[in-house]
């Protein structure tokens, strides 16, 4: 199975600074018929669902603000918030989707304001 | 509105079954793929089971043999049967579709229901 690794797992940030999360996979994520990597990353807030942020290691979903990039290719990714707000202190998860069907998630990193 | 809606949740004895609900509204289940993830209070998430478009299955290792999942398209809704359960089951479970996205499936999961919790006592 592949596994994801984040890190770190826990952050502090002041607010309208830079936030980075990495999160490493066992194995390539790279899909040679399409050359997507199939990474994707979620916000998850006490008491809510995660919400998709990203997929295809790069793509931001629809509402998501701008400040919120992703980045990276094959085993390595970043989640990167360009100046945090207070409404971004969360849990962050990367997640694989490669191969059998089977997703795996990263362990999370806890964002919170210092 | 599009969205899916948790159900059947509750506490058991370890050893008993129990079965969740996932009902869809917006869209249609049998046209989707759809998964089962779960969480253990205060951990993460951890995926557990996926229905496809076309009706095939799949499971964890760690529930494999253990939990069944299924789907009623007339019902638009995708069942997780529980059977000896454990205490590790304790978690709240949610459904989610998967995204599709420019004609490939994405692996990611766009559409997550509130979770609905499962608590297994011994």
């Known amino acids: 199975d592949i596994v994801m690794t984040q890190s770190p797992d826990s952050l502090a940030v002041s607010l309208g600074e830079r936030a980075t999360i990495n999160c490493k996979s066992s194995?390539?994520?790279?899909?040679?018929?399409?050359?997507?990597?199939?990474l994707a990353w979620y916000q998850q807030k006490p008491g809510q669902p995660p919400k998709l942020l990203i997929h295809?290691?790069?793509i931001r979903e629809s509402g998501v603000p701008d400040r919120f990039s992703g980045s990276g290719s094959g085993t390595e990714f970043t989640l990167t918030i360009s100046s945090l707000q207070a409404e971004d202190v969360a849990v962050y998860y990367c997640?694989?989707?490669?191969?059998?069907?089977?997703?795996?998630f990263g362990q999370g990193t806890r964002l919170e304001i210092k | 509105e599009v969205q899916l809606v948790e159900s059947g949740g509750g506490l058991v004895q370890s050893g008993e079954s129990l079965t969740l609900s996932c009902t869809a509204s917006?869209?249609?289940?049998?046209?989707?793929?759809i998964n089962w993830v779960r969480q253990a209070p205060g951990k993460g998430l951890e995926w557990v089971s996926l229905?496809?478009?076309?009706?095939?299955?799949y499971y964890a290792d760690s529930v494999k043999g253990r939990i069944t999942i299924s789907r009623h398209n007339s019902k638009n809704t995708v069942y997780l049967q529980m059977d000896s359960l454990k205490t590790e089951d304790t978690a709240v479970y949610y459904c989610?579709?998967?995204?599709?996205?420019?004609?490939?499936?994405?692996?990611?999961?766009?559409?997550w229901g509130q979770g609905t919790l499962v608590t297994v006592s011994s």
């Open positions: 989610a579709r998967e995204l599709w996205s420019a004609g490939y499936r994405a692996g990611a999961l766009d559409l």
């Open positions: 917006g869209f249609s289940v049998s046209n989707n793929y």
């Open positions: 229905i496809s478009s076309g009706g095939d299955t």
């Open positions: 194995q390539s994520l790279l899909y040679s018929y399409n050359n997507k990597n199939y």
């Open positions: 295809w290691a790069s």
């Open positions: 997640q694989q989707y490669y191969s059998s069907h089977l997703i795996t």
